[in-house]
């Protein structure tokens, strides 16, 4: 069996060098836990902080250990009541071909009701994300108008839409390439998009909210963030649920950030930071909305799932730091 463990920590953009693939024994699942061998894994952006020994909210990966994250594996040994051979399960123990996963850890999932990937997108964690961050942490209500960042990406595909079937003004939504933009008016129903490298962004998001925003959902910060702080009307709500733009920054190279925050003040702004795992008393209602919109062909999603097996992990990983995935970033092992 193979699995990646961290060879070294980055400093800047991550590269290949700070993996290291090995082979491993099979490991022993032992009484009470579930040996699953992985068939699909979960890259996110988060993982690059965890690289990283700075102070975060999650312990840092340990150097020549193997990593972790969000896999969906099939059960091969049970020894947990209610778990049988052959069940797929969604689990932490990623970034591995066989993992043993304690049974009070593992979610069975049903491959009848949702692709295995779904459950690690939009209907696992960045789904849920994007449903608390907009409906919770940012209150939206009816008739706002909301401008999402890093809106192609697992998480942002899923606010937008949220917003719109829920009865939004106007949804605009921001990305790096010109085939996303396309992607977020064409096939989700954006009312505008922008490509936030053809220009500032303060100056693409006043032409595309011209009655200025209401919500801000903030995958990216820095500049976006300013943007939207100019561009709120009175009493507008942040969700700040990432700033992927600053996590490859090197400390000497970070920006100064929002340098307009005093406009805060008089537009009576919230700018409120979230964590989705504090959201699981919304769980069973994402679940039943936004999967229940999936079943009637109102809510869509993408998935860029790389193929090739765990060695294909690490490029998969730098891929969707770069931006290379169109949605949820997925590897299929
Ligand atoms: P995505 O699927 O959106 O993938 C990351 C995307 O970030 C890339 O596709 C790329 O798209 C974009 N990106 C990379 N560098 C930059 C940059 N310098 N400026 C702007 N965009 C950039 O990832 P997720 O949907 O999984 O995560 C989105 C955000 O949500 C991240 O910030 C993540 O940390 C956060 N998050 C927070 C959670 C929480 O609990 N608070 C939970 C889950 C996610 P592009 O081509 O558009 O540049």
């Known amino acids: 069996a193979q699995e990646i463990r961290l060879a070294s920590r980055p400093e800047g953009f991550p590269t290949l060098e700070n993996f290291e693939l090995v082979s491993v024994a099979v490991p022993e699942p032992g009484e009470g836990r579930l040996l699953v061998r ?20 999650v312990a840092p990966y340990e150097v020549g250990k193997v990593m972790e994250g969000g896999a969906i594996g099939e059960v091969v040994v049970s020894g947990v ?6 069940d797929k399960v969604l689990h932490g123990s990623g970034w591995r071909e066989y993992a043993v ?10 491959p009848e009701k949702a692709p295995l990937g779904a ?8 789904g849920l994300t994007a449903y608390a961050g907009l409906l919770e942490v940012a209150s939206f209500k009816e008739g706002d108008v909301v401008f999402v960042s890093g809106a192609a990406g697992a998480v942002g595909q899923v606010v937008g839409q949220v917003a719109k079937l829920r009865g939004a003004a106007r949804v605009i939504g921001s990305a ?10 064409d096939e989700l129903g954006f009312d505008a998009a922008f490509n936030y490298r053809n220009g500032p962004v303060a100056e693409q998001l006043a032409a595309a909210a011209p009655e200025g925003i209401d919500v ?3 995958n990216v910060g820095g500049e976006h963030l300013e943007a939207a702080v100019a561009s709120f009307n009175n009493y507008g709500r942040a969700a700040l649920c990432g700033a992927i733009s600053v996590y490859n920054a090197k400390a000497s190279d970070l ?22 795992w504090d959201f699981d008393h919304l769980q069973e209602e994402f679940v039943r909305e936004v999967g229940g919109w999936i079943a009637e062909g109102k809510l869509r999603y993408r998935e860029t799932v790389t193929e090739g097996g765990l060695g294909k992990a690490p490029e998969a ?8 995935n169109l949605g949820k970033a997925l590897v299929r092992l």
């Open 216 to 218: 801000f959902f903030d």
């Open 81 to 86: 009541e209610g778990f049988a051979v052959g």
């Open 255 to 276: 920006p100064p950030g929002p340098r307009n925050l005093g406009l805060a003040v008089g537009k009576r702004l919230t700018l409120r930071g979230f964590l989705v």
């Open 101 to 110: 996963v304690d049974g009070a850890r593992a979610v069975k999932v049903d």
């Open 119 to 126: 459950y690690l997108g939009v209907l696992g964690m960045p």
């Open 38 to 57: 992985n068939l699909i894994m979960s890259v996110d952006p988060y993982m690059r902080g965890r690289m990283s020994d700075a102070k975060s909210y």
């Open 176 to 185: 790096g390439t010109d085939e996303k933009v396309a992607y977020l008016v």
């Open 317 to 324: 990983f730098l891929g969707m730091l770069r931006g290379d």
